[in-house]
């Protein structure tokens, strides 16, 4: 007996995945992956993976405000991510974070993001 596999970090409600994702989703299962949390990473997608985790019974969401998209996040994104999380069925806050490669994502913003998700948490 194997023990089943549980995908804890996987971006596949992501574009790049639009032509395959039932193909990913059936060979994923196929080798004994039994779930998958798609964590998101900006307010703007974060109907349409709810949506797709719905469709799929395997998929588990999590919400949350990537660093990376600092430039795309908005304080009321804030408020929004704690009504999804209330209405929603969401299995964590995610993915958030500090990203410090890029000097362009202002360091005193991606803290002030990534401390109130912590404190939503």
Do not use: K
Not at 63 to 87: A, C, F, I, K, V
């Amino acid at each position: 007996m194997t023990s089943p596999l549980i995908d804890t970090h996987c971006h596949l409600d992501v574009a790049a995945f639009d032509a395959d994702r039932c193909q990913v989703l059936q060979h994923a299962r196929a080798v004994g992956v039994t779930a998958m949390v798609i964590p998101g990473i900006q307010a703007a997608a974060w109907h349409d993976l709810l949506a797709l985790c719905d469709a799929e019974p395997d998929l588990y969401p999590a919400l949350g405000l990537h660093p990376m998209y600092l430039r795309r996040h908005r304080n009321s994104d804030l408020s929004t991510l704690e009504q999804m999380l209330q209405r929603h069925r969401v299995v964590a806050l995610g993915e958030i974070g500090l990203d410090y490669h890029d000097p362009a994502l202002e360091p005193r913003r991606q803290r002030q993001f990534c401390q109130a998700q912590l404190a939503i948490a």
